[in-house]
Every structure is written in structure tokens, then in C-alpha cells.
């Protein structure tokens, strides 16, 4: 398809036969304040996997209690680190969660674990012992390992994972798995206070300070202490009586615009945050955290290929709000972001509501990120589009960002030139 021949029709003068006009502003709102209940962003098992650009939990809570009832199923094609697979299971909810990085299928099992028997510190001092006594090594299937690493940094940390892996791969396993992936980061020269993964300058420095100290001793204390600060948290989660009559059904390492699912599932909310428009690449912030869980660089890569909007736009979006951004801007690769951005996102968004009931809400959290200095009213785009098609509005929301935190070094009040996030309900038809 000419991208640029459609181009050119639209700066002609476009006419839209089903031009959709909107009259309301959003509801100004805080999900903070409309979900009390909740005090801490990070309660329960919500932080013990860090995770760029989650989910407040109250922003789910809120359309798990105005939009689903008991036993509802809910699906969220970019799960990331599960927030609505957690809200969805304490609120007596089912949830199917899709998304591309595969760390998704080594955060569930731990966020919300299934078993009922309460964790012993015992036991996972036990295991703990073990793997620091360990004497194989683990080698990660990724080239330019050594590149991360000083070697003795890195021998220590092969042995620990090749302990990690020796053992059945129950809950306890599983705490020093997410251990283990906060330290492959810290002690190493990646910048850990940043998502993205590269080597600064004062992290080789502390790098280099540590190998001086006894670095050993150190990353054994955290180790042990992190640890067991985990098996706490995981305690309160078996502790809390959520009906574990409830399925979280997971599927890390997937194309949420081409993923499968089965033809009897019904769900009856859509709830979701897709990436940002120049977002993180998320495979690449998680490159170290994939190769030390057993990926090799062919999947790693593979998955790169899939990450929106890092693709080549397959179909042309047309809608008015959209037309007038492509208008505006000059540079043919960010025109091509946006192209692959809308494209896939939306492939990703009809696939995932397929099997949304009729009268089914989808609630989608968006922003209005701003490329080339142009703001991108995305629900305004999402909206024009879906409208077209098989969906009402139900509500806009607005949510001033006051801090919320993108990533963990930057307590940022705009991120991306974003002010607001917008959470968009459209009701299945
Ligand atoms: C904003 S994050 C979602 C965070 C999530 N709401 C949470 O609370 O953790 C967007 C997610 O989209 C995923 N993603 C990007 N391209 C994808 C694709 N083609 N299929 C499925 N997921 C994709 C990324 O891996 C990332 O986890």
C-alpha cells in the first residue's frame, strides 16, 4: 500500500461520511481519590516485579467496579506486568492477559500465586544456602555478555542462577528469581536506576568502587534480605482470602494483534494501556532480565520485530484527528511511528475484543504524547476509529498526572510532553 498517495488525498480535503463530532470534554477526575480503598500504589504483590509505565492500580479497580460483575472475564492485550490480572483476581474477577514480553509468564505465577500454604523463612533459607554454595555456572545464550559484566561479578552471578534453575520452579524459586533479576542489574555496569539499558559513566564508577569493597558480602545481604522481604509480601497474598475459584489465564512472549483465543471465551471488559507512541522499547529494557531467564538472542529478536511501534504499519488508519496530525508533520520516520503505532495498537485492541460481549466495555488508558511538538490526542483517534465501527462512547476520563512515576530515576510531572492520561470507555454494540 502507497502510504503517501493516501497522504496527498487527504491534504486535498478529506470529507468523513460517518465524521464523528465530539461535544463533551472529559470528566476531570483522580483515580486516586475515587479509589480510596487504595493507600499505596505498590500494596500487596504490585511491586515486587519493577515494570515501566504500569498501571495505577486504581485506575483498574475503578473500571473493575463501575464496568464487570462477579466472575466477569476481563481481558488486557498489554499486560505488562499483570496489573489487571491482580486487581481482577482480589475483586472476584477472571482475566486473560496477553503481551509481547515474555516476562510476563515469570511475574504471575509470583503476583498471584495459586497455592494456599503460607511460605517458611526456613525453607527458603534453605535454598538460599544452596544456591550460594552452588558450583556449576549458567551462561546466558547472548554474545555480548561479557560486555555487561567485570568476570568476577559475573562468574558469581552464573553460579547463583545455575543454582536458582537446579531447583523445581515452585514459589520459593520463584522469590529468588525476582531477586536475582534486580541484582543481575545492580551489579552490573547497566545504569539500573533506568529503564533503558545502557552503560553510564557512574555506574562503571560504582562498578569499580564495589570491586574494591566486599562486593561478595554485600550482594549476599541483599540477596537474602530482598528475599525475604518477598516471601513477606507473598505471604500477605495467600494470607488475604481471595477466592482462588478465580482464573488468571497468562500468555507472555505473544503478538496480542494475531494471538488466538479460543472461540467460546466471553469476556466482558476490555481493560488495557498500550504503549506509548515513542515509549521505551520494552524488549530492549529487558534484554539482560530475558537472556538470564533462558531466552536466547533469536527470540529475543524475534520479539523486537513484533514491539509496537518498532514495525512497519500494515494498513492505513484513517480518522479526522489522525489526518490532521500526519498533516502537520514533516519528518517521514516519525510518520511512519505513527502509521505502525495506530496500525498495530488497534489490530492489538480488535483482536483482544473479538470476544467482548455485547453491551461489553473496553477501557482503554491512553495519553497525548506530543511528536515533533504535535500533540496526539490518542483516545480522540482510538475513539473516531472504533465509534466507526462496532462501539458507543461510554465516558472520557481525565487524570492529571501529578507524579506519576514513568520510570523509576524519573519522578516526572510530563513525561513525553504528556499533562494528562485519558482513560476511554466505548460500550461493544
Ligand atoms: C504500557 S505497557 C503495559 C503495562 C501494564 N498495563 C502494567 O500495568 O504493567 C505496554 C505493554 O505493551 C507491550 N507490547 C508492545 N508491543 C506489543 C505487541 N505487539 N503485542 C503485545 N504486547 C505488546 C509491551 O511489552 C508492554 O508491556
Known amino acids: 500500500m502507497q502510504l503517501n498517495v493516501f497522504e496527498r488525498e487527504i491534504q486535498k480535503t478529506k470529507v468523513f461520511s460517518n465524521h464523528w463530532q465530539f461535544t463533551d470534554d472529559p470528566k476531570l477526575v483522580s483515580f486516586r481519590e475515587l479509589v480510596p480503598e487504595i493507600l499505596s500504589t505498590t500494596y500487596l504483590t504490585h511491586s515486587i516485579y519493577y515494570y515501566p509505565a504500569k498501571f495505577i492500580p486504581q485506575v483498574v479497580r475503578f473500571c473493575i467496579n463501575e464496568y464487570t460483575q462477579k466472575n466477569d472475564w476481563i481481558i488486557d492485550p498489554f499486560a505488562g506486568s499483570g496489573t489487571v490480572g491482580l486487581e481482577a483476581i482480589i475483586s472476584g474477577r ?12 515469570h511475574i504471575i505465577p509470583i503476583k498471584i500465586p495459586t497455592q494456599k500454604e503460607k511460605l517458611t523463612t526456613t525453607k527458603l533459607k534453605k535454598r538460599l544456602d544452596y544456591i550460594f554454595e ?6 546466558p545464550n547472548w554474545s555480548n555478555l561479557n560486555y555487561w559484566y567485570p568476570i568476577a561479578i559475573l562468574e558469581v552471578l552464573q553460579k547463583l542462577w545455575a543454582g536458582q534453575k537446579s531447583f523445581e520452579q515452585d514459589l520459593y524459586a520463584q522469590i529468588i528469581q525476582s531477586i536475582l533479576i534486580k541484582v543481575s542489574k545492580q551489579f552490573s555496569y547497566a545504569e539500573h536506576k533506568a529503564p533503558k539499558l545502557f552503560i553510564s559513566k557512574t555506574k562503571r564508577e560504582y562498578i569499580e568502587n564495589l570491586l574494591k569493597r566486599d562486593w561478595q558480602s554485600e550482594l549476599k545481604n541483599i540477596v537474602y534480605e530482598s528475599s525475604f522481604e518477598t516471601l513477606i509480601t507473598v505471604n500477605q497474598f495467600i494470607n488475604t482470602n481471595i477466592d482462588k475459584q478465580n482464573q488468571v489465564k497468562f500468555y507472555g512472549g505473544v503478538d496480542s494483534s494475531t494471538f488466538q483465543h479460543p472461540d467460546d471465551l466471553e469476556t466482558s471488559c476490555m ?6 507512541l515513542q515509549a521505551q522499547e520494552y524488549i530492549r529494557t529487558f534484554k539482560l532480565d530475558l537472556f538470564w ?3 536466547d538472542e533469536n527470540q529475543v529478536k524475534a520479539l523486537s ?5 518498532y514495525r512497519k504499519a500494515t494498513r492505513w488508519i484513517e480518522t479526522e484527528t489522525l489526518n490532521k496530525v500526519r498533516i502537520g508533520l514533516e519528518r517521514e520516520d516519525l510518520k511512519e511511528m ?3 503505532y495506530f496500525c498495530h495498537t488497534i489490530n492489538a485492541l480488535e483482536n483482544a475484543s473479538k470476544n467482548l460481549k455485547a453491551g461489553g466495555k473496553a477501557c482503554i488508558f491512553v495519553g497525548n504524547p ?5 500533540e496526539v490526542e490518542t483516545w480522540k483517534v482510538l ?3 472504533f465509534t466507526d465501527k462496532n462501539f458507543n462512547l461510554n465516558a472520557i476520563f481525565e487524570d492529571q498526572i501529578k507524579t506519576r512515576q514513568l520510570f523509576k530515576a524519573r519522578k516526572n510531572k510530563n513525561p513525553d510532553g504528556m499533562k494528562s492520561e485519558f482513560l476511554l470507555v466505548i460500550e461493544k454494540r
Do not use: H, M, Q, R
Not at 305 to 309: C, R
Open 94 to 105: 477472571n482475566a486473560i492477559l496477553t503481551d509481547l514480553n515474555f516476562l510476563l509468564n
Open 134 to 139: 552452588y558450583k556449576s555456572s549458567f551462561t
Open 271 to 276: 481493560l488495557t494501556s498500550p504503549p506509548y
Open 293 to 295: 531467564l533462558g531466552y
Open 305 to 309: 520485530k513484533l514491539e509496537i511501534p
Open 338 to 340: 505513527l502509521n505502525s
Open 370 to 374: 506530543k511528536v515533533d511538538g504535535i
Open 383 to 385: 475513539l473516531e476509529y
